[in-house]
């Protein structure tokens, strides 16, 4: 069964690093996303992006975040200089109908930043 | 806006037996998406079940049910002869163009 991944699945880095979170979604799938979830708090939306574009972003995705598509089947969540606050589990998520379809979440990466 | 609201926080439900998880949501869109997710203690997001807000029936999805209930906006998550493996966090969330999740539950199955 097809399923989204990411890399890494922990990473360690210190304040004020640049980061780049990697995905790949399920490969038929057009529309992806990225989810934060703060340790012991809800899942909470980043961003989506379709067509090489930004279709719609949360209050949270800020100038520090950035998303990009770089070639046929990675998406890529950049965050330019990482904040103790960024410490979470970020989600990437993709679907084929971006209203009435299941998004499928990827296992997760985990960003401890020091 | 869209809101979506889990009000228990903790639920505990005896092995083989039932258990509702509750949801409720606002939004003025006609058109949107109620799901379910779990969350093991591993951490990552399994998708259960999907109900359309034009969908006539509840879904059904094995032993997960969706309990729809468009005029008093609520879309509960029923969960029966629960197991040990069901233990979790219980996510709801609604799509209209993102996905807004509530603050979910935490579903113990006791033996």
């Known amino acids: 069964e097809p399923e989204v991944t990411q890399t890494p699945s922990h990473q360690v880095t210190q304040m004020g690093q640049e980061v780049i979170l990697r995905c790949v979604p399920i490969?038929?799938?057009?529309?992806f996303y990225w989810y934060r979830q703060i340790l012991g708090q809800k899942v909470e939306f980043l961003v989506s992006?379709?067509?090489?574009?930004?279709?719609?972003k949360s209050e949270i995705f800020d100038d520090q975040f950035s998303v990009e598509r770089p070639d046929g089947s990675n998406f890529t969540l950049k965050i330019r200089s990482t904040k103790l606050e960024d410490s979470a589990m970020y989600f990437c998520?993709?679907?084929?109908?971006?209203?009435?379809?299941?998004?499928?979440f990827g296992p997760g990466t985990r960003l401890t930043v020091l | 806006a869209q809101k979506i609201t889990q009000t228990q926080p903790g639920m505990f439900v005896q092995e083989k037996e039932a258990v509702t998880l509750d949801c409720t949501y606002d939004t003025s869109d006609p058109s949107y998406g109620l799901f379910w997710y779990k969350q093991p203690s591993s951490g990552e997001m399994i998708f259960l079940i999907y109900?359309?807000?034009?969908?006539?029936q509840n879904a059904t999805e094995g032993r997960y049910s969706l309990n729809f209930q468009k005029a008093r906006k609520s879309a509960n998550l029923v969960i029966s002869a629960s197991q040990l493996g069901d233990s979790a966090m219980y996510f709801c969330?609604?799509?209209?163009?993102?996905?807004?999740f509530g603050a979910g539950t935490r579903l113990t199955v006791k033996p």
């Open positions: 109900q359309g807000s034009y969908d006539q």
């Open positions: 992006f379709y067509n090489n574009e930004i279709s719609e």
């Open positions: 969330a609604m799509r209209h163009n993102d996905m807004r």
């Open positions: 998520a993709s679907t084929d109908r971006p209203r009435t379809d299941t998004q499928y």
């Open positions: 490969s038929n799938h057009l529309y």
